[in-house]
Nanobody, 122 residues
Framework: QVQLVESGGGLVQAGGSLRLSCAAS????????MGWFRQAPGKERAFVAA????????YYADSVKGRFTISRDNDKNTMYLQMNSLKPEDTAVYYC???????????????WGQGTQVTVAS
């Protein structure tokens, strides 16, 4: 089992940047593929980005491609999401998640953090 804690959310102006972190504890972090998802008010949880166990492969939702970068440091048991050129439509609660497989569907992820709020003001 792995425990996940997100941090780094906050309020930012449109065009600004934030970096989210996801700290993991428990079983070997490098055994898990990791992902970021987000949920805006009144909407379903949506995939944002995924990274493979080694970090060699990444995948992004079209809506964030070119603006967001997912990365991980297996020595520090931490995953990151660098968010640049933020837009008001990026406003959501952002969740990190861990999976035994490299995927983009939320049902593939067994472990979830509590979420961190990102608000982008226009």
């Amino acid at each position: 089992q792995v425990q996940l804690v997100e941090s780094g959310g906050g309020l930012v102006q449109a065009g600004g940047s934030l970096r989210l972190s996801c700290a993991a504890s428990g079983r070997t972090f490098s055994s898990y593929a990791m992902g970021w998802f987000r949920q805006a008010p009144g909407k379903e949880r949506a995939f944002v980005a995924a990274i493979s166990m080694s970090g060699a492969r990444t995948y992004y939702a079209d809506s964030v491609k070119g603006r967001f970068t997912i990365s991980r440091d297996n020595d520090k048991n931490t995953m990151y999401l660098q968010m640049n050129s933020l837009k008001p439509e990026d406003t959501a609660v952002y969740y990190c998640a861990a999976s035994g497989v490299y995927g983009i569907q939320s049902f593939e992820y067994a472990y979830w953090g509590q979420g961190t709020q990102v608000t982008v003001a226009s």
